[in-house]
């Protein structure tokens, strides 16, 4: 496998697309990509390892879950209803 940083030239790689085994976007301008067969290298190509390739690979993000119980919403209900109350007061001036 061989693995470069390529052009982004008006939103295409500069590349042919057969011999394309997987590419990411890592700016505006520039993408990593994993090729294999026969192509022609560019000047504008930058050779990278396996190794600096991966670190580009996007991470699997775990997203945080918290399930909410009923009695924590109503009791999130009722500190909002009070916070409401406080400012028409205030802004009411009563």
């Not at 775990?62 to 802004?91: C, F, H, R, S, W």
């Amino acid at each position: 496998m061989n693995f470069y940083i390529v052009p982004i030239l008006r939103n295409i790689l500069d590349i042919n697309n057969d011999v394309i085994i997987e590419a990411m976007a890592i700016s505006k301008t520039k993408a990593v990509i994993k090729l294999n067969g026969i192509f022609e290298v560019k000047e504008s190509w930058i050779e990278i390892t396996e190794e600096q390739f991966n670190q580009y690979k996007l991470q699997e993000i775990v997203y945080p879950t918290q399930e909410i119980t009923m009695e924590e919403l109503k009791e999130n209900q009722l500190i909002l209803m009070g916070a409401i109350a406080d400012l028409y007061e205030t802004i009411a001036g009563v």
